[in-house]
């Protein structure tokens, strides 16, 4: 059916993780007649966490899209993850959602990862309503959750239900607005019976009502007036201010409930549909999403009308091993039909939308046309990637793409055999195209293919899904630390290289001068041959030497960095020498050299920026010293302190867990190579022991 914009509405379910997002949406779907059963998390029935790694772990790893109609108005809902590690596809999912339902655990209130995606939804202005979930369990209070909630996010928050018993004993809740107590079957099927609000509870609700029309009222000046001269407030004139509030972000209604038994889900329903806001409310593309020409680099801005030129912005791509590649985008504007052709202006392309899908968890349902404020897939686009913009060709737009994620953590790949070496790229390439957050590169010196992600979770995750989806086994292992060598001192050396046993022979003698460069300057090689000592064409060949064995050193078999070369004398042979012979001189000469001008061990420094509550500022600043760090300085912001500091990266390595562990999964951090440093003497030792028992030395 077709649904008019203002029917419409896109919200992302978000919460720390274990709050019940799932679960809550699970609820939805079934009471909405989306799904014909009510999905559980526990026993691996879900629609949304439907990905074999999800149900093992029981937590959402990706954001699951599903749509459903109620009460006229057509809802696209987006379960997103809630734990650290994978938080990319939330805040992906919040950047092209209107609203959002946020869930609190009535047991344990706000948590850290509340606090990071609540900042998410600040970002991208996402108007908000929270739920306050699990009141049948054990230890349940609805008020020290809501305090919570106001305490820790800093917003205000206006009760709109108070529960009817809590733990065991929960039943129901009571409705402020229509002050009507609604009683739920213990059966999860989501039937209640509303009635008078009994006895015990009419002080509390009363006293409750007041606040929240109070609350309310000052949305709007009239009904401010009309509350403090004492005339009562109607039920509709509540509801417009609610709305008001909400789409205006002046404060943050609460609901409560029980997803598991679904209890309270239907009214949390009718919120959705009246307090969070359809396209049109959002208004037209700006702010945080601002479009631009992409000829002329001028901003363009997109009425969310259907009469509007299409454009749509891929937030998501979906790859499967059997059905291929979906890409899934938000329309903002304009309509869109099957076997259409947009222009990615980002990669300067058309595509063709052969065919178009609504998402239903797991399955996809094909549709003909789309318009703006729907969500879709389309099948097989091959020039475009998440984060692009789809516009219409003679008008076209494109919105800012996703800011790169900067990777936590990384580890060396170990293909197990020689056939998953060779799928182990390819594979890579598509699992990195369904999710951004990782990063695949070969190391040049150790010769390691190392993975990088947001976090030791994030990468075992990713690990089961190459050989889930495509028959990759691999291990996973510490990286090696790419250590240099250099010299400290400067010395003159004689390399000679004579096979002269009878017939024709090999002769070659360069003598060298050897001296250290600033760190950083990398190599140097000076011709200083005069009067013919060396014949010219043998001096590429004493610099082709040189090169190779600056590849690996004296003291531990690193790559030579920092040092300048002269050849400034020689002898040659008329018949034996040759290139082969000059080459091989000036390797034995440098190689002397080495060990005669004080070679050290450089170790690579890396630039860290380490955001920390400010109750953990002491114990990350000793941590970092322990690690052989230089702190730069800290900068304090709104509740935490931003640590600039100079690391060794074999030090933090596996950093990324042990600040999860010190901070309580709060601390978060970017790292990036700054320069090379000489190891400490008392290190030396143990890196040369370390790679000597990796080659199976003595």
């Not at 989306?34 to 879900?46: F, P």
């Not at 259409?340 to 609504?358: P, Q, S, T």
């Not at 003598?511 to 760190?519: A, H």
Request: with cysteine; net charge negative.
């Amino acid at each position: 059916m077709d649904i008019s914009l203002d029917k419409k509405r896109n919200i992302t379910i978000i919460a720390h993780g274990g709050a019940g997002k799932t679960t809550l949406s699970e609820a939805i779907l079934f009471n909405a007649k989306a799904t014909d059963k009510l999905g559980r998390v526990d026993d691996g029935t879900s629609f949304l966490d439907f990905e074999p790694e999800e149900q093992k772990r029981k937590i959402s790893i990706s954001a699951a899209i599903h749509h459903y109609d109620w009460n006229s108005c057509r809802v696209n809902i987006i379960d997103t993850p809630g734990y650290s590690n994978f938080l990319t596809e939330t805040r992906n999912s919040l950047r092209v959602t209107g609203g959002s339902v946020v869930i609190l655990s009535a047991i344990s209130g706000v948590k850290v990862q509340t606090e990071k995606i609540w900042e998410f939804a600040d970002e991208f202005e996402v108007c908000r309503i929270a739920f306050v979930n699990k009141m049948d369990r054990e230890r349940a209070s609805f008020l020290r959750a809501v305090d919570d909630m106001e305490k820790v996010l800093g917003v205000k928050v206006v009760p709109m239900q108070i529960p009817v018993g809590e733990g065991p004993d929960f039943t129901g809740v009571v409705d402020l607005v229509t002050m009507k107590a609604y009683i739920y079957k213990n059966d999860s099927s989501g039937l209640y019976e509303a009635k008078d609000i009994p006895g015990p509870l009419k002080k509390d609700a009363l006293r409750m009502r007041d606040g929240m029309i109070a609350s309310v009222a000052e949305a709007d000046d009239s009904l401010t007036e009309k509350y403090l001269s004492g005339v009562e407030i109607t039920a509709d004139e509540l509801k417009n201010a609610l709305r008001e509030g909400v789409l205006t972000r002046r404060f943050i209604p609460v609901y409560l409930g029980s997803a598991l038994k679904n209890m309270g889900v239907n009214l949390l329903m009718d919120a959705v549909n009246l307090t969070l806001p359809s396209p049109l409310d959002k208004g037209s593309i700006r702010g945080v999403l601002k479009g631009k020409n992409p000829k002329t680099g001028e901003e363009v801005t997109r009425e969310p009308s259907l009469e509007a030129p299409f454009s749509a912005f891929v937030f998501k791509t979906i790859i499967d091993p059997y059905t291929g590649k979906l890409s899934v985008l938000r329309i903002y504007s304009g309509a869109i039909h099957a076997d259409a052709a947009v222009y990615n202006a980002g990669r300067d392309v058309r595509e063709k939308l052969v065919h178009l899908y609504l998402l239903e968890g797991k399955k996809i349902k094909e549709v003909s046309k789309a318009s703006a404020g729907d969500i879709i897939a389309v099948a097989k686009l091959k020039d475009t990637y998440t984060g692009d913009t789809l516009s219409e060709p003679a008008d076209p737009i494109v919105f800012p793409p996703f800011e790169p994620v900067n990777a936590a953590l990384s580890y060396a790949i170990h293909p197990k055999t020689k056939a998953d070496e060779d799928k182990v790229p390819i594979a890579l390439a598509k699992l990195m195209e369904e999710d951004p957050s990782l990063e695949f590169k070969r190391d040049e010196q150790t010769n390691e293919f190392l993975l990088s992600g947001v976090g030791q979770v994030h990468l075992e995750v990713s690990i089961e899904k190459l050989k889930r989806k495509y028959g990759c086994d691999v291990e996973l292992k510490t990286p090696h630390v790419p250590y240099k060598e250099t010299i400290r001192s400067h010395v003159k050396v004689q390399g000679k290289y004579k096979k002269q046993s009878g017939g024709r022979g090999q002769y070659g003698d360069a003598w060298l001068d050897i001296s250290p460069l600033p760190r950083g300057k990398g190599y140097e090689f000076v011709d200083n041959i005069t009067g013919g000592a060396i014949p010219r064409q043998y001096i590429p060949a004493v610099e082709k030497g040189i090169r190779d064995a600056m590849q690996s050193g004296v003291v531990a078999g690193f790559p030579v960095v920092d040092v300048k070369v002269a050849l400034y004398d020689g002898t040659y042979h008329s018949v034996d020498s040759s290139e082969m012979a000059f080459k091989i001189a000036a390797s034995i000469g440098f190689k002397k050299g080495m060990e005669q001008a004080h070679p050290v061990i450089l170790e690579p420094i890396m630039k860290m920026e380490i955001n920390v509550p400010d109750e953990n500022l002491g114990d990350v600043i000793g941590d970092i010293n322990s690690r052989r760090g230089k702190i730069l300085g800290a900068e304090p912001k709104a509740g935490s302190q931003t640590i600039k500091a100079l690391v060794p990266m074999a030090e933090v390595i596996t950093y990324a867990t042990d600040l999860r562990g010190m901070t309580g999964d709060r601390g978060m951090f970017t790292m990036e190579f700054s320069h090379y440093e000489e190891v400490p003497t008392y290190l030396s030792q143990k890196i040369i022991s370390t790679v000597k028992a990796e080659k199976g030395e003595e």
